[in-house]
Nanobody
């Protein structure tokens, strides 16, 4: 079993920055994929970014490309997402997720483990 705990959410003005962290514990793995999803009120869970744990190859949704940067620290079993130039439409609960084997990066159903989420609110 893998436990994921997010931190770093908060309230920020439009144009500001936040850095999210995801700490993994339990039966962590040396391969697989970790990702960030978000869910705004009344909407479905949306893919934001993902990273291959072993290679570090990253993927982004078009809506955040150029503004968000995903990274990981293998030694600390941690994943991060630096969010810059935040917009009010980025407001959502952000979830960390992990998958051992994945085909479609952006499909939340392919992820095995989820954190509890952290709220990000961007005011205009």
């Amino acid at each position: 079993q893998v436990q994921l705990v997010e931190s770093g959410g908060g309230l920020v003005q439009a144009g500001g920055s936040l850095r999210l962290s995801c700490a993994a514990s339990g039966r962590t793995f040396s391969s697989g994929t970790m990702g960030w999803f978000r869910q705004a009120p009344g909407k479905g869970r949306e893919f934001v970014a993902a990273i291959r744990w072993s290679s570090g190859v990253s993927y982004y949704a078009d809506s955040v490309k150029g503004r968000f940067t995903i990274s990981r620290d293998n030694a600390k079993n941690a994943m991060y997402m630096q969010m810059n130039s935040l917009k009010p439409e980025d407001t959502a609960v952000y979830y960390c997720a992990a998958a051992r084997i994945i085909v479609v990066i952006a499909n939340p159903r392919e992820y095995d483990y989820w954190g509890q989420g952290t709220q990000v609110t961007v005011s205009s």
